[in-house]
């Protein structure tokens, strides 16, 4: 992980935390995820010349205001909102305002099927479609964005990580490292 943004994944993962209403250690669209979302991100940072803090946000706030793992239309204004707060707070201090204006729209717009953008969101959409095979679904080349991930040997790979298989790839997405283990966590019933 490039040093310059770890501490961004220490700061999203200690504000999204206590309020996560889902499965955090396991759901579809928890730590696991975010974790693949982050690793796909990186590649694509590289190949499209973006900056990876922006990338780094969208990685762990882009879900995190899911109310359910199934249809959840919102989630991504939600989570737009919630950046919005955190940058309010002084969490979000490494944007500067037009970086954080496309953080928004890309959380806004993550799931409406969009491919029309700038190399940032649309890497930051393709990070997020990399990962479809958690739920059975290998993306199609012709949908992601970027010519990176349009590549027949990178969704391979990123659906065989997705569903928990050797990929073939150097790098694995790997969970902060340092940050208390998951399986202590219990889910709250009441936060459904």
């Known amino acids: ?21 889902l499965h955090l250690a396991g759901g579809i669209h928890g730590l696991p995820h975010w974790s693949r979302v982050w690793f796909h991100d990186r590649a694509l940072a590289a190949a499209a010349d973006v900056d990876p803090a922006v990338l780094a946000w969208f990685a762990f706030l882009h879900d995190s205001q ?12 939600r989570a737009a909102d919630f950046a919005v707060r955190l940058k309010k707070d ?16 890309a959380m806004r717009l993550h799931s ?22 958690r739920v059975g679904t290998r993306p199609h080349p012709a949908r992601p964005c970027t010519p ?18 050797p990929c073939g790839t150097v790098d694995r ?6 940050l208390a283990p998951l399986s202590h966590l219990k889910r709250d019933p009441s936060r459904r």
């Open 90 to 105: 002084g969490v979000i201090s490494e944007l500067e305002p037009a970086a954080f204006e496309r953080l928004c729209e």
């Open 1 to 21: 992980m490039r040093e310059g943004c770890k501490h961004i994944v220490y700061k999203a993962l200690a504000a999204v935390r206590p309020q996560f209403r």
């Open 66 to 77: 899911r109310h359910n793992d199934r249809r959840d239309p919102r989630h991504g204004h």
């Open 148 to 165: 990176y991930a349009q590549r027949g040997h990178v969704i391979r790979n990123a659906t065989k990580m997705a569903e928990g298989r």
């Open 112 to 133: 409406d099927g969009h491919t029309e953008g700038d190399a940032a969101l649309q890497a930051r959409w393709d990070a997020d479609r990399l990962d479809l095979g």
């Open 173 to 178: 997405p790997v969970v902060v490292s340092g």
